[in-house]
């Protein structure tokens, strides 16, 4: 482990790139690990629109309300998790559809093989592959990869934010009144949370937007497409990379613990600079306490 606590780590890389070995080694793996993370999530897409290109062939089953699983998840994550022991054997792994596997380097990989599933066993294709690492409670790489529009959105702490090999910027919208807002809904929390923010949105002069893919609605929000996102709670698979995506994209991230996430995901608030204030009341009279 590293010898000291992270928000020192990343203050000090922030201060000084070049003078610090054991800086640099931080760097050159975690450079290394970004570089896996993209060719890995290209190669993970590629198999997940194999299935989708045969869903008939599918076996789907229902993990709970409005939450659905297919073997393409499952086999995905299967790909997923083979390639990062064969790559990283001793870091650690936290997956959607499998158990978790404890790390000894500190850094641990997140894992949503296909976030969308409901819109992949419908045939609607709006779905994406999700990875992201974190180390020491910091979400250092985040890629999310849409293998039907060819797009891989991704970051690294510090080092900006792109869609392929396109640099992206978070809208520079500072009205409401201009551009969409994606708005999540899921089964864990209650239903009025999502009404209540589309309706404190409209008000506003807002639109709402929403795809049933979060991992997408950050992506599009980090790329200037969507001016903010909001749901009440999310796992940590399904939006750690792409806060990640949206901060380096010069967008604002609400707050959040970055030890408890991997247990037990979070509030998501994320918006342009210009209209993340407005975003944060919205969310704030809409949704219902955090347990």
């Excluded at 708005?183 to 309706?199: E, L, P, Q, V, Y």
């Amino acid at each position: 482990m590293f010898p000291f606590p992270a928000y020192a780590l990343f203050a000090a890389i922030e201060w000084d790139r070049a003078r610090n070995p054991f800086l640099m080694e931080f760097l050159n793996m975690a450079s290394e690990r970004f570089d896996f993370a993209c060719a890995l999530a290209e190669k993970a897409g590629e198999l997940a629109l194999e299935y989708f290109k045969r869903l008939d062939t599918l076996t789907i089953s229902e993990k709970g309300h409005q939450d659905l699983v297919s073997e393409a998840d499952r086999d995905v994550e299967t790909l997923i998790r083979a390639e990062l022991a064969k790559a990283f054997p001793d870091d650690g792994i936290v997956g959607e559809e499998h158990e978790n596997v404890d790390g000894t380097t500190g850094y641990t990989w997140v894992i949503d093989p296909i976030d969308g599933t409901a819109n992949f066993v419908a045939g609607i294709p709006q779905w994406c592959v999700i990875l992201a690492c974190t180390f020491a409670d910091e979400t250092i790489i985040g890629v999310i990869r849409d293998p039907i529009a060819g797009e891989t959105f991704r970051a690294k702490r510090g080092a900006g934010a792109f869609v392929n090999n396109k640099p992206i910027r978070a809208s520079s919208t500072d009205t409401l009144a201009r551009g969409s807002v994606g708005i999540g809904f899921n089964g864990r929390s209650k239903a009025t949370d999502a009404i209540n923010a589309i309706g404190g949105l409209v008000s506003k002069g807002g639109v709402f937007f929403r795809n049933a893919s979060g991992g997408l609605m950050l992506a599009y929000a980090a790329s200037g497409r969507l001016i903010g996102y909001l749901e009440s709670h999310m796992h940590a698979w399904d939006c750690l990379a792409g806060m990640l995506i949206m901060r380096e994209a010069g967008g604002k991230v609400a707050e959040f613990d970055g030890h408890s996430v991997l247990a037990k995901g979070t509030r998501v608030i994320v918006g342009a600079p210009g209209v993340f204030s407005d975003l944060k009341d919205i969310a704030e009279a809409s949704f219902a306490p955090q347990s």
